[in-house]
């Protein structure tokens, strides 16, 4: 794996551990001006929908558990399961592009409840 590959799995790491902690200012200096989020629900919305619609105002997630993390060209794919604080879990699977070392689009492809 070369040290972009690395540093971009890292910088996934970051963004699942912000999001479940609700630390968006975490998350804003990881992702370019023009960020896309797309999901069977939301259809290509910009950065600033994507903090205001997806991110949660309540706590909402006890722990995300990254496991698949393939990094491949510009984009690293991520299989994970979440783990609600009301006791249900899920995985999903989600495409994150990168443009250099920022998140330029994510992509979610929700699965099933575990």
Partial sequence: MSTLDTARCDTVRRLYAAYV?????????????DFTFSSPRDDHIDRDRYFKHCWPKEKVFR???IEHLVPDRDEVIVGYRA??????SFRNVEVI???????AEVNVYFGRNV
């Fill in 63 to 65: 722990a995300i558990h």
């Fill in 83 to 88: 783990e609600k604080m009301d006791g249900d």
């Fill in 97 to 103: 592009r990168f443009t250099g070392d920022r998140i």
């Fill in 21 to 33: 902690a609700q630390h968006p200012d975490v998350v804003r200096p990881m992702l370019t001006s």
